[in-house]
């Protein structure tokens, strides 16, 4: 089991001819430093989601792919800071936004239950730009393109 004060993942997820596809997600997972900055480096990873995936569909994959990282290599923390570039996503995870969409309370709910499973104090949920999210943004693409899953710690 590890055991970190504080983490950030960043998610995102992309979906060519929204909502039709080809999709993929890709997230990266940090130990957060004493400024609250990215620090050290934890994993990072990606998945081809195929066809008849919506974007938001896929922004909801890669947080729930980061989730499933942290749940199957026992991984605990504190404080969990998770950012991403999809306002509605971070909104609805946040509580600031209903979910209404028939299609995506499932991945909602998916999301919701990875977190009641996760040893943490707290959830705080920030909205970022695209440029502060490079990694999860170009992991996503990755997994269109080379349409596969892959993950690296």
Same mark, same amino acid.
């Given at each position: @089991?590890?055991?970190?004060?504080?983490?950030i +993942?960043?998610f =995102?997820?992309?979906?060519? !001819?929204n909502p039709?596809?080809?999709?993929g997600?890709?997230?990266?997972?940090?130990? @957060?430093n004493h400024?609250?900055a990215d &620090?050290d480096? $934890?994993?990072?990873?990606?998945?081809?989601l &195929?066809? =008849? #995936?919506?974007? !938001?569909?896929a922004?909801?994959? &890669? #947080?729930?792919?980061?989730?499933?990282?942290? $749940?199957d290599?026992d +991984?605990?923390?504190?404080?969990l800071?998770i950012? &991403?570039?999809?306002?509605i %996503? +971070?909104?609805?995870? =946040?509580?600031?936004?209903? %979910?209404?969409? *028939? !299609?995506i309370?499932?991945?909602?709910?998916? %999301?919701v239950?990875?977190?009641?499973? $996760?040893?943490?104090?707290? %959830?705080?949920?920030?909205? #970022? *730009?695209?440029s502060?999210?490079?990694?999860?943004d170009?992991?996503?693409n990755?997994?269109?393109e080379y349409?596969? =899953?892959? +993950?690296?710690d």
């Amino acid at each position: @089991m590890s055991h970190y004060h504080r983490l950030i +993942i960043y998610f =995102d997820g992309a979906s060519r !001819n929204n909502p039709r596809g080809p999709a993929g997600c890709g997230w990266a997972m940090y130990e @957060m430093n004493h400024h609250g900055a990215d &620090g050290d480096y $934890i994993a990072s990873g990606r998945s081809y989601l &195929g066809y =008849d #995936v919506s974007n !938001n569909q896929a922004e909801y994959e &890669g #947080v729930e792919a980061a989730l499933t990282y942290m $749940i199957d290599n026992d +991984i605990s923390c504190y404080g969990l800071y998770i950012r &991403g570039d999809s306002q509605i %996503v +971070i909104n609805q995870l =946040d509580g600031c936004y209903q %979910v209404r969409s *028939d !299609n995506i309370t499932g991945y909602y709910r998916a %999301v919701v239950d990875k977190l009641d499973q $996760i040893d943490k104090r707290f %959830v705080k949920y920030t909205h #970022v *730009d695209r440029s502060r999210n490079t990694l999860a943004d170009s992991l996503a693409n990755d997994a269109i393109e080379y349409e596969d =899953d892959y +993950i690296s710690d």
